[in-house]
T-cell receptor, first 112, second 117 residues
Framework: QKEVEQDPGPLSVPEGAIVSLNCTYS??????FMWYRQYSRKGPELLMY????GNKEDGRFTAQVDKSSKYISLFIRDSQPSDSATYLC????????????FGSGTRLQVQP | GAVVSQHPSRVICKSGTSVKIECRSL??????MFWYRQFPKQSLMLMAT?????????EQGVEKDKFLINHASLTLSTLTVTSAHPEDSSFYIC?????????????FGPGTRLTVL
């Protein structure tokens, strides 16, 4: 079983839609969770960073962590064509190292 | 946020030559930097962890003599691909770990696309 599982998509939505992106993870000891956005041929850009369970909101983005089900989500409200990118969930590899293990990434296309 | 730069952004070289890629944290100090490799339509795969002032830690299957890493200062790590071959062609991305009050995360460089002919 992979440490982090993510549906690769692609996911296509109309402009203005609410987008839900999800990952599951296997190790209940994980505490930190991140979401990155990667445009084609660019490095990943940190979007959201959460610790433990709960919600965190930043503008149109909301990150949600449910540790009981080992499920993390990223919601994008009022999606824009500029949100079209690959979204990667990421979790620190293991305690102390802080290298990241990534989900496979979900490719999102927002249609104008 | 924080800014991490990489240089060069793109390099094309002949088989058998060596290529050096620089990763710099521009507005913070990073005792730890990471090097990743990404193939088309695939996720990032960790190659090695670079620690300032000490030897890098390589992931299983990554040849340390082929991918030389030097973390010369708190803002600079370099990856040298020695005797490059076409199978080394890939997108190489570095990240720098930023630790502060209530935060411990990584910021990525823009990546370097290596093409070995």
């Amino acid at each position: 079983q992979k440490e982090v599982e993510q549906d690769p998509g692609p996911l296509s939505v109309p402009e203005g839609a609410i987008v839900s992106l999800n990952c599951t993870y296997s190790n209940s000891a994980f505490q930190y969770f991140m979401w990155y956005r990667q445009y084609s041929r660019k490095g990943p850009e940190l979007l959201m960073y959460t610790y433990s369970s709960g919600n965190k909101e930043d503008g149109r983005f909301t990150a949600q962590v449910d540790k009981s089900s080992k499920y993390i989500s990223l919601f994008i409200r009022d999606s824009q064509p500029s949100d079209s990118a690959t979204y990667l969930c990421a979790i620190p590899y293991y305690t102390g190292r802080r290298a990241l293990t990534f989900g496979s990434g979900t490719r999102l296309q927002v249609q104008p | 946020g924080a800014v991490v730069s990489q240089h060069p952004s793109r390099v094309i070289c002949k088989s058998g030559t060596s290529v050096k890629i620089e990763c710099r944290s521009l507005d913070f100090q990073a005792t730890t930097m990471f090097w990743y490799r990404q193939f088309p339509k695939q996720s990032l795969m960790l190659m090695a962890t670079s620690n300032e002032g000490s030897k890098a830690t390589y992931e299983q299957g990554v040849e340390k003599d082929k991918f030389l890493i030097n973390h010369a200062s708190l803002t600079l790590s370099t990856l040298t691909v020695t005797s490059a071959h076409p199978e080394d062609s890939s997108f190489y991305i570095c990240s720098a770990r930023k630790v502060g009050m209530g935060t411990d995360t990584q910021y990525f460089g823009p990546g370097t696309r290596l093409t070995v002919l």
